[in-house]
């Protein structure tokens, strides 16, 4: 930290010196030395003060006049002093109390509370789960619009390291949304062509807004909703007439017969209501998912980044809400959530790049292998005798076809395995 702090400062004093010395008219160059400085120079300010909050309101000197070496001991000493109330071993009862210190370790605190996020490198984050299984590793990171330039640095540094980006973004939102284009540029600049986008909140779509805004879906909502707004009317008048007989004076066999059949009935149709809802609602959020997917894709269509644009819109609502449901009751919902597609999309990225390494391994690291050995045979193979030569070129001959026919099964294997994992998302 102490060199990072160095460079800080450095970057710091750099900008302020420029504006002290700076001329009337100033060229293209410098000007653009000027932008670069002024983002190291805000950079530095914003990390110094999340790492020191109130101490550097009484200490001015330190980031402008105080010799260089002492300023950045002095900065060195406070992190000791932060870090020292910090190191100790926690162990936690819940997931929820995990969640609170590590949500506490990397947020801006409340107030004039010590910020401990400047002072963490990486934090690590190991779960038994499936999606995590195989290998994949999902990095949250800040955004690029966010206020703070030391987060947003973070992000433009960490986004170099990783395969496959996802821009998460409210769905109601995503068309006009500024930061999806800054991470399809950035992605360009670091010359990653791989980018997703995952559309959250899927399930915040209602029948009124659907009827206004696809005016040819306009009849199919209508008969959709006319079930439901019977049968709605059916379940009022229902409850109306249990409570009725449940407040008359007198409770004869008859009027309790009467009870059961009107509670079987009053199931029977909330079933029936709870499915046509269930149809309604299915066929908007898939019409708007398939719009705004649509409308992304064209968007995109001809960025470096968006080349094969995928487009995930799901619903971590309907997802919490129904994944403790039996399997049969949940599926539906499951599916509908776009949670499952995504899981299999990110278990999917861990399987092509394992195929990628396994037929690059075949395809390029064998058979030069294979190439070397037949040279060292042909440039005479040491003291091998000439019935050793034979055999090892008659062995290496098998070898390539071996791998020949493995290669085509890795083909096949492959076509076959992609086919499942279609059928599994559909």
Not at 33 to 57: Q, V
Not at 238 to 250: A, P, Q
Not at 362 to 388: C, H, M, R, T, Y
Request: charged share 30%; hydrophobic share 35%; aromatic share 6%.
């Amino acid at each position: 930290m102490q060199q990072q702090f160095e460079e800080l400062l450095r970057a710091y004093r750099e900008k302020q010196s420029l504006s002290s010395n700076q001329s009337i008219q100033e060229e293209d160059e410098d000007k653009e030395e000027r932008k670069r400085l002024e983002k190291n120079a805000d950079l530095a300010k914003d990390i110094f003060r999340e790492s020191f909050g109130d101490r550097l309101e009484r200490t001015p000197t330190i980031l402008t006049s105080m010799p260089f070496r002492q300023a950045v001991g002095m900065m060195a000493e406070w992190v000791s002093e932060v870090l020292l109330r910090r190191i100790d071993q926690v162990s936690f009862s819940t997931v929820k109390e995990c969640s609170l210190r590590m949500r506490k370790l990397t947020s801006d605190p409340a107030g004039d509370a010590q910020s401990y996020w400047p002072f963490i490198k990486k934090v690590r984050v190991y779960l038994k789960a499936h999606i995590l299984s195989k290998g994949l590793i999902l990095a949250d990171l800040p955004g690029l619009r966010d206020l703070n330039s030391a987060r947003k640095a973070i992000t433009e540094r960490y986004i170099r390291n990783c395969h496959q980006i996802f821009v998460v973004v409210r769905i109601d939102r995503v068309i006009t949304n500024e930061s999806v284009k800054e991470v399809f540029d950035l992605a360009t600049h670091v010359e990653l062509s791989k980018v997703d986008i995952v559309c959250t909140r899927s399930e915040e779509a209602n029948s009124s807004e659907a009827w206004h805004n696809w005016v040819e879906e306009r009849a199919t909502i209508e008969d959709m909703q006319e079930p439901i707004d019977a049968e709605k009317q059916e379940v009022k008048s229902l409850n109306d007439e249990i409570e009725y007989e449940r407040n008359s004076t007198s409770m004869t066999r008859e009027k309790e017969r009467l009870l059961l059949d009107l509670h079987g009935e009053l199931r029977r149709v909330e079933k029936s209501l709870q499915a046509h809802e269930f149809e309604l609602s299915s066929h908007i959020i898939k019409l708007r998912n398939d719009e705004v997917a649509n409308r992304l894709k064209e968007i995109y269509r001809n960025h470096p980044a968006g080349t094969n644009l995928e487009v995930f819109c799901v619903s971590n609502k309907m997802y919490q809400e129904n994944r403790e449901k039996p399997a049969r009751l949940a599926s539906p919902y499951l599916h509908l959530s776009g949670i499952v597609e995504l899981r299999g999309h990110c278990i999917g990225i861990v399987a092509q790049s394992r195929i990628r390494a396994t037929q690059a391994f075949i395809k390029d690291k064998i058979p030069a292998f294979l190439g070397s050995v037949q040279l060292w045979i042909e440039a005479g193979s040491g003291n091998a005798s000439a019935e050793s030569k034979r055999k090892t070129l008659e062995a290496v001959s098998n070898i390539q076809l071996e791998l020949d026919q493995v290669c085509t099964l890795a083909r096949i294997e492959h076509a076959q395995t992609v086919s499942r994992m279609l059928e599994v998302h559909h």
